[in-house]
């Protein structure tokens, strides 16, 4: 069953403004990931956060961990149209075999 | 990075035929993969854990008979769809893992006649 519910479901906006999408999950966690995927293919790792951790970032993206009310967020800066994809949290929970849990996702519209 | 791939990436088959699903990874050893099943505007949703020299563990409600993995080597694993019916007809995605982060397969998508 799917962990992770993450809003807003789809999220519409112009070149060069902020999106910013938001992953609430449920169990306890050893690490928190965030992928993108194009219609249709593959899934593409973009971040990592571990449980011990409450922000990172990677070029123009940033994400936050807020463990006590089990939540993460996901911003992306200066929004391209190449940006245009679907966004998931995934969760870890330190099992012995790692599987990720996945949240129901964003798809992100960026209108050039 | 680490690279996986999935053959074939699309397959069209008549209802009641088996459909097989290749996942290797080529540029490293994954003891355990993952198989992943995603319908359309959909998240992904884990089917099994795929365990080298093991057998497979499945997901709650996740038919073992329906869906055959196999993981023979530490590079390939794979994934039977068998006595394939419409409501099969879904992306298939498998994962592997040579450390804390995953990689994913670009996908096979299966569409049952």
């Known amino acids: 069953s799917q962990q992770g519910e993450e809003d807003p479901q789809a999220l519409s906006i112009q070149e060069g403004e902020n999106a910013t999408m938001n992953c609430s999950y449920k169990?306890?966690?050893?690490?928190l990931q965030w992928y993108r995927q194009n219609s249709g293919r593959g899934l593409v790792h973009l971040i990592l956060?571990?449980?011990?951790?409450r922000e990172k970032h990677s070029g123009r993206l940033r994400v936050t961990l807020d463990t006590s009310k089990k939540s993460s967020s996901l911003l992306i800066t200066a929004s391209r149209a190449a940006d245009t994809a679907s966004y998931f949290c995934?969760?870890?929970?330190?099992?012995?075999?790692?599987?990720?849990?996945f949240g129901q996702g964003t798809i992100l519209t960026v209108h050039p | 990075g680490a690279v996986v791939s999935q053959h074939p990436s699309r397959v069209i088959c008549k209802s009641g035929t088996s459909v097989k699903i290749e996942c290797r990874s080529l540029d490293f050893q994954a003891t355990t993969m993952f198989w992943y099943r995603q319908f359309p505007k959909q998240s992904l949703m884990l089917m099994a854990t795929s365990n080298e020299g093991s057998k497979a563990t499945y997901e709650q409600g996740v038919e073992k008979d329906k869906f055959l993995i196999n993981h023979a080597s530490l590079t390939l694993s794979t994934l039977t769809v068998t006595s394939a019916h419409p409501e099969d007809s879904s992306f298939y995605i498998c994962s592997a893992r040579p450390g804390p982060l995953r990689f994913f397969g670009p996908g096979t998508r299966l569409t049952v006649l």
């Open positions: 169990t306890s966690i050893n690490n």
């Open positions: 956060i571990r449980s011990n951790e």
């Open positions: 995934a969760t870890d929970a330190g099992t012995s075999y790692g599987k990720l849990t």
